[in-house]
T-cell receptor, first 111, second 113 residues
Framework: EDQVTQSPEALRLQEGESSSLNCSYT??????LFWYRQDPGKGPEFLFT???AGEEKEKERLKATLTKKESFLHITAPKPEDSATYLC????????????FGTGTRLQVTL | DTAVSQTPKYLVTQMGNDKSIKCEQN?????MYWYKQDSKKFLKIMFS???????INETVPNRFSPKSPDKAHLNLHINSLELGDSAVYFC????????????FGPGTRLTVL
């Protein structure tokens, strides 16, 4: 069965303090790895899809990278508005198109 | 314009009742989904429909029945509600079955008393 583990569970950063969130996964074969942002009381917001090891994608202060076992979401010089829960999910080749989510990393960025 | 909308936003009901949640997307997407997010914020897929046809039916009790009258709508009907059904239910859509560029609705918080 596909597994997704995110760490840390919670992260508190000061504004401008760069850091990385980790998403480790176990799948039979990776079709795609997805990152989402979720604000309290709202639905997840799609950020990135990564398909193969070595791939990188960027959006504003966020950069997602992928290896064969894990993905990182790098946050450069974060601002308070980056505070949210970041969710990682995987789609594997052997699970009949079922997306499996991790439990998320709750990020708080303070002034 | 709201891309994916759900109604109602909040639903409070007694055990044993039957309720429905409606979902509509105006993005022209082919695939729609229902997810359940529990109290620990864990998000799990329940159903997936592509062009009105059921693609995924995860291990969900048959008290849950999705209905897709057309490509833009995917409603969720729940019979004989139980305490454990309390959660936030999200509808989502994507251009195809690959989950890329998936848009989520605002969620429906269901509380079963």
């Amino acid at each position: 069965e596909d597994q997704v583990t995110q760490s840390p569970e919670a992260l508190r950063l000061q504004e401008g303090e760069s850091s990385s969130l980790n998403c480790s996964y176990t799948v039979s074969g990776l079709r795609g790895l997805f990152w989402y942002r979720q604000d309290p009381g709202k639905g997840p917001e799609f950020l990135f899809t990564l398909y193969s090891a070595g791939e990188e994608k960027e959006k504003e202060r966020l950069k997602a990278t992928l290896t064969k076992k894990e993905s990182f979401l790098h946050i450069t010089a974060p601002k308070p508005e980056d505070s949210a829960t970041y969710l990682c999910a995987v789609l594997s080749t052997g699970t009949a198109s079922k997306l499996t989510f991790g439990t998320g990393t709750r990020l708080q960025v303070t002034l | 314009d709201t891309a994916v909308s759900q109604t109602p936003k909040y639903l409070v009901t007694q055990m044993g009742n039957d309720k429905s949640i409606k979902c509509e997307q105006n993005l022209g997407h082919d695939t729609m989904y229902w997810y359940k997010q529990d109290s620990k914020k864990f998000l799990k897929i329940m159903f997936s429909y592509n062009n009105k046809e059921l693609i995924i039916n995860e291990t969900v009790p048959n008290r849950f029945s999705p209905k897709s009258p057309d490509k833009a709508h995917l409603n969720l009907h729940i019979n004989s509600l139980e305490l454990g059904d309390s959660a936030v239910y999200f509808c989502a859509s994507s251009p195809d079955e690959g989950y890329n560029e998936q848009f989520f609705g605002p969620g429906t918080r269901l509380t079963v008393l």
